[in-house]
């Protein structure tokens, strides 16, 4: 998060100072060659903090742009008082005012993809801070090589045209909109969906949805995907083949919630869920994005849903032990449908010489009671695993980079690897490399598994193979007590101070193999491995399925 701050800043400070130096030179002296290049160095910057603040106000930075430009024009033209210039001039005042809003009012309308419409006024409108950018470096062009003040005034009615255009469809749109709704709400009456998929989260959380969607696909019925953050609309749509729908207000939704809506599906415990669970026509559902012993894997707000979907009965006694007293009906056991693929290694292999080892550190949390990041102190445990020959698969968390100290110490986690491999040939999998891995693909590949308190390790239980869980608290015998799926692998202090008799547990001795069984059927359920997911498909048809109408009864 810090990490993200400091871009943020950094291009603000750079955007806004160049844009002030630009006006100053411009302005001040008469070193217009330079004050023009240093217009274009604003310009240049203020599109940087335009991808990295996309919503950013850049009225400022744009008018003291426009104005060191004009200035800069009119001193090339040395003709006096040029009236195109002016009206260039004020063509430009326009837009620098008009873009702000009017991307703020397309961004308030609903948007689509894979679906039969074209809303093409909120996409256009979401680039017209683009567009008055390119207008500006085009006029700079144009003083630069000193063409005529006309060339700069056709290029601004041209553009000045097109967000008239805008703002005409938006005030239509605002103050007469169509009956029964708009394109997106006729085309979705149409498709007909029973149920939704709805997110909203932090940017690169889209992992959470696109984990669920080959077993909403599965369950055969018409769905859409319901998402109020724009950043999602064109990732999630690129994994799916179902109508995925920007939301960004409450009229917006309720023009998406169609009547053929059965259920409202959740992956999270998103702040604005509750925008959609005040549709009380539907029932309600938490799938979750994950299965840990986490704090956060037994929120509170889980009794607003109707039914919460887990994957093994110690989920249940999850919520219990951390005193969320939710009644049992709402629970329903479904497994994990995400592990089906991996592979089981029924019976434990001990003492291999060269073993796999999969690295997965969680990332800091939000807060610091769900700070299990390993980072600061795994270079002893990497350099222990190189030590006895083993080769690391080292998958971060998506979010490690938010927090600049983490980037850092995973920085050099890949550095040591990688030194590594160049020495011995062991074929470390490290930075993209591993996120181009599914968590399947790097379980399979695994030998066995070293993890901070995750979802990763109910993902690994299943594969039956040996995993090791860091005490990042320091808790001793408490840890297990707070986390009991670690009773079933192999602690690792905080300090490292038993890293080697862990690793020797893990990669050779093995001896809670048959715990591991005992804690795979209580945390992922106990279905049979070639139907695993059909418990989480029959559990949701079931939400899907009208209730049986009460028979009238008869009349006395």
Not at 304 to 311: G, H, L, N, T, Y
Not at 431 to 445: I, P, Q, W
Not at 531 to 541: D, S
Request: aromatic letters at 6%; a neutral charge; proline letters at 7%.
């Amino acid at each position: 998060m810090r990490g993200d701050l400091v871009r943020k800043l950094a291009a603000r400070c750079l955007s806004t100072g160049l844009a002030v130096l630009a006006f100053v030179v411009l302005a001040l002296t008469g070193a217009t060659g330079w004050g023009l290049a240093l217009a274009v160095a604003a310009l240049a910057a203020a599109a940087v903090e335009q991808r990295i603040r996309p919503g950013a106000d850049l009225v400022a930075e744009t008018a003291l742009i426009a104005a060191a430009v004009l200035v800069g024009y009119s001193r090339r033209l040395d003709g006096g008082l040029d009236p195109a210039l002016v009206a260039t001039a004020l063509v430009l005042l326009g837009l620098v005012l008009l873009v702000g809003p009017l991307r703020t009012a397309g961004n308030l309308e609903i948007r689509a993809a894979n679906l039969p419409v074209r809303s093409w006024t909120p996409l256009v409108a979401d680039q017209l801070g683009t567009a008055l950018l390119g207008l500006l470096a085009a006029v700079t062009l144009a003083a630069a090589l000193v063409l005529p003040a006309v060339v700069a005034l056709v290029a601004s009615l041209l553009v000045g045209a097109g967000a008239g255009v805008v703002a005409l469809d938006l005030a239509r749109r605002r103050f007469r909109p169509a009956a029964g709704g708009g394109a997106v709400a006729r085309a979705l009456r149409r498709h007909e969906p029973e149920f939704l998929l709805y997110f909203s989260a932090p940017p690169g959380s889209e992992y959470q949805v696109t984990m669920w969607l080959p077993y909403l696909e599965r369950i055969g019925r018409p769905f859409v995907v319901l998402v109020r953050e724009p950043e999602f609309l064109a990732p999630i749509a690129a994994a799916t083949d179902a109508p995925v729908v920007y939301c960004p207000t409450l009229r917006a939704m309720d023009e998406a919630l169609v009547p053929s809506l059965r259920a409202a599906f959740y992956v999270n415990h998103g702040a604005k869920n509750s925008h959609c669970i005040r549709f009380t026509q539907l029932t309600h559902v938490q799938l979750h994005h994950g299965d840990s012993d986490k704090a956060p894997s037994a929120n509170p707000v889980s009794g607003i849903f109707d039914r919460i979907f887990v994957a093994g009965p110690a989920a249940i006694e999850r919520y219990a032990r951390a005193g969320v007293r939710i009644p049992e009906e709402k629970f329903v056991v479904v497994g994990r449908p995400q592990v089906e693929a991996i592979e089981v290694r029924p019976e434990p292999v001990r003492g291999l010489a060269h073993p796999t080892v999969l690295y997965t550190p969680t990332w800091t949390g939000h807060h610091a009671d769900a700070d299990y990041c390993s980072l600061p102190v795994a270079e002893t445990l990497l350099r222990r695993l190189l030590e006895r020959g083993a080769t690391v698969i080292l998958r971060a968390h998506p979010y490690t980079a938010q927090n600049p100290a983490s980037a850092r110490q995973l920085g050099r986690l890949v550095e040591l690897l990688v030194a590594d491999r160049a020495r011995t040939g062991r074929q470390h999998i490290v930075g993209a490399a591993a996120r181009e891995l599914s968590l399947t693909e790097c379980v399979n590949r695994s030998d066995a598994l070293v993890s901070d308190v995750s979802g990763v390790i109910s993902d690994y239980l299943y594969s039956g193979k040996p995993y090791a869980v860091t005490d990042m608290g320091d808790e001793g015998d408490r840890f297990a007590r707070r986390f009991p799926l670690v009773e079933a692998g192999y602690v690792l202090r905080r300090d490292m101070s038993n890293v080697d008799e862990v690793l020797t547990a893990l990669l050779d001795t093995d001896p809670t193999a048959e715990a591991r069984w005992a804690a795979r059927r209580h945390y992922l359920g106990d279905f049979p491995a070639e139907t695993y997911a059909e418990a989480f498909l029959t559990a949701a048809r079931r939400e899907l399925t009208p209730e049986p109408a009460l028979p009238t009864p008869a009349a006395v």
